[in-house]
């Protein structure tokens, strides 16, 4: 067993311990919490995933990342042990070439109760350490200098099971750490000096980033990712107003994210749609940043072979983004379907439905359909469109080239809301002057009869 | 009267003291095309005019169907049909609808280097959309087919090509103004 502990001296708020504690999950399955200031994470079983280096390299960037805005970001000290107690220390009171350590006789507490503060114990600890010293006993390695046999008797039962200890034989067993059932962080946009509200926009995208890398961190020790958010913006409280509802804008995604840049695009660009329809009524004095909705999914390991991960990453966030902004039904992948009908033979198939492959129509198709088909008129050897506002298009037809019947799908039921049965079309191709072909039809029965031509595509 | 900044540039690379001083410009990488030997430019605008532009988008997309491409319109006139026929792999090809919103549409599309073509068949409303696209591309290296009219004063456009028919056989030519904008690649 090899254990990591990363300490804080100045507490952290027991909240962002548990916050920091889940983003450590990623490295780690095995995660303790000492009350607010440690949390302990079990690396011997991943010891080949990761160098001692690279880990006290994200350690510090994760321990940075979940520390209050306006702190310097080295308060946390890391230390390392072959179990819980030891890695305490050695966090507590730095690091020390010497085989018997030099640190302070109180190390013995971080042996005696690696995971809780107990009162008691620390009493007892401290009763054994002014003894010691009495004794002329200055650190651990004096006291480890100390024959091993008789220490119960000489020293009491507690000396002995600390004796075991600090030699690794009598291990702490590892309290459960459940992280927090609801997802959720919350950024303080009030001056740390004077307290005051009101960022402007460069700092509170600044907030808004710590804000997103924290739950992407969250996001990635639970091995989930969002499917939903909701942001929430309080007004600071003033004196003699009444305090103002926090405004919450929900974010449904598209596709689940869960890289912070993309989660950090996708709120900004709510924020600015937000600020576009309405004016903020006050100061802005906190962020909250709630994960209403999650899908599982591992997040991608960068550059491992190549940079595919980081591409389908951003891909499922700019897909977010678009359906956000434009609808859903505006952002997708072509399906064929097996119709005659020209407008029905293919589908909108959403970006995370799978393809089914569709086989191509044998008669050549053009390249572009109009949304609903046009009015032509012919004038001799001129088809000619009259379009909104008056404005007229016109063709000089060189070649008729049909007609391909498409008759009615009788054998297909009808969808609800379709008024009158499709009627039979003969569709011709025809070559103009301008140089682009079109797609012309006319349907059977009285319209025919009429010469009535309905332009349906071209070619372009 | 003082020269004009094209004429007083030249002047200034022909001065024979100020030889070794230019670095020329390492040219843009550029996506092959069977029907324009010289490739299309990544990292570029390419404006696609002519009878035929949505058949020349279409030919360059089926010889490259492993590519990720997105089509994107304001209000879709593209039929998907018409592309399989074509050759096109429409499991490589995003189309987005973007009746409101289009440049910016466009614009995240290609600053998201995901896709290496981007069509855009609506045209851009002016020639700020335009610059901010060709800085876009410029970033992402992606090759941007523009296959709808240009807005006045499209100077960001560097290469235009002319697509039509001859005898039945689909041609792409270069327009009047590419040279201007090979010129200004050096």
């Known amino acids: 067993m090899k254990v990591a502990c990363l300490y804080f001296p100045a507490s952290l708020p027991p909240e962002t311990l548990r916050s920091l504690a889940e983003a450590c999950l990623r490295l780690s399955s095995q995660v303790a919490l000492r009350g607010s200031e440690a949390v302990f994470i079990e690396t011997g079983g991943s010891r080949m995933l990761y160098g001692e280096e690279t880990l006290r390299a994200r350690l510090r960037v994760l321990g940075a990342r979940f520390q209050a805005a306006g702190l310097p970001p080295a308060l946390a000290r890391l230390g390392w042990g072959a179990h819980a107690g030891e890695a305490l220390a050695h966090a507590r009171y730095g690091a020390s070439g010497d085989p018997l350590p030099r640190w302070p006789l109180e190390a013995l507490d971080c042996y005696a109760s690696p995971f809780f503060e107990d009162e008691e114990i620390a009493l007892h600890v401290k009763a054994m350490a002014a003894a010691l010293r009495a004794l002329g006993l200055r650190d651990l390695g004096a006291f480890m200098g100390l024959p091993a046999g008789g220490w119960g008797e000489r020293f009491g039962p507690n000396a002995a099971v600390l004796r075991e200890r600090l030699e690794g034989r009598m291990t702490v067993g590892w309290p459960r750490f459940e992280p927090a059932p609801r997802l959720a962080e919350l950024q303080d946009l009030r001056d740390v000096e004077t307290q005051s509200a009101g960022v402007d926009d460069e700092a509170l995208r600044f907030h808004l980033k710590r804000l997103c890398d924290r739950v992407a961190a969250r996001l990635r020790g639970r091995a989930l990712r969002a499917a939903g958010l909701a942001l929430e913006l309080r007004f600071e409280r003033v004196r003699g107003l009444i305090d103002l509802a926090p405004w919450i804008l929900d974010q449904p995604l598209a596709l689940p994210v869960a890289e912070p840049a993309q989660l950090r695009k996708l709120l900004q660009e709510r924020l600015e749609a937000e600020a576009r329809r309405r004016r903020l009524p006050r100061n802005l004095e906190s962020l909250g940043l709630t994960v209403t909705a999650t899908a599982p999914g591992f997040s991608p390991q960068r550059d491992a072979f190549d940079r595919h991960e980081e591409e389908v990453e951003a891909r499922d966030g700019l897909l977010s983004r678009l359906s956000q902004r434009l609808g859903k039904e505006r952002v997708f992948y072509a399906e064929l379907v097996p119709r005659h009908d020209p407008g029905r033979a293919w589908r909108r198939r959403p970006p995370l439905e799978p393809s089914a492959p569709g086989g191509a129509h044998p008669v050549p198709r053009p390249t572009r359909l109009a949304r609903r088909p046009l009015l032509l008129v012919r004038a001799g050897e001129w088809l000619l469109h009259w379009g909104a506002a008056g404005k007229a298009r016109r063709w000089r037809a060189l070649d008729w080239q049909g007609p391909e019947r498409i008759g009615s799908e009788w054998w297909l039921p009808r969808p609800s809301g379709e008024g009158l049965p499709p009627v039979d079309r003969d569709y011709w191709r025809v070559g103009t002057a301008e140089g682009t072909d079109l797609w012309v039809f006319c349907r059977q029965g009285e319209e025919a009869r009429a010469g009535a031509l309905w332009l349906q595509g071209w070619w372009a | ?186």
Not at chain 2, 51 to 66: F, I, M, W
Not at chain 2, 82 to 110: D, Y
Not at chain 2, 127 to 156: K, Y
Request: proline content about 9%; aromatic content about 6%.
């Open chain 2, 1 to 186: 009267m003082p020269d004009s900044p094209s004429s007083a540039l030249r002047r200034l690379i022909e001065d024979p003291s100020l030889e070794g001083a230019f670095i020329s410009s390492v040219p843009r990488p550029r996506l092959d095309f069977s029907l324009h030997a010289a490739g299309l430019v990544q990292g570029g605008l390419t404006h696609l005019d002519g009878p035929a532009r949505t058949e020349a988008v279409l030919r360059l997309l089926a010889e490259h169907p492993a590519v990720q491409a997105a089509w994107v319109e304001a209000r879709l006139t593209a039929y998907p049909p018409g592309f399989v026929q074509r050759g096109v792999n429409l499991a490589c090809l995003l189309f987005v609808e973007a009746p409101e919103h289009f440049p910016w549409a466009v614009t995240e599309l290609v600053r998201s280097q995901v896709f290496s073509v981007v069509a855009v068949a609506s045209p851009l409303p002016d020639t700020m959309a335009l610059r901010r696209l060709q800085l876009a591309a410029e970033r992402a290296a992606c090759a941007v087919l523009l296959a709808a009219p240009l807005p006045e004063g499209s100077w960001p456009v560097r290469a235009r090509l002319w697509c039509g028919w001859e005898a039945g056989v689909l041609k792409v030519e270069e327009g009047e103004q590419a040279a201007l904008g090979e010129a200004a690649e050096g």
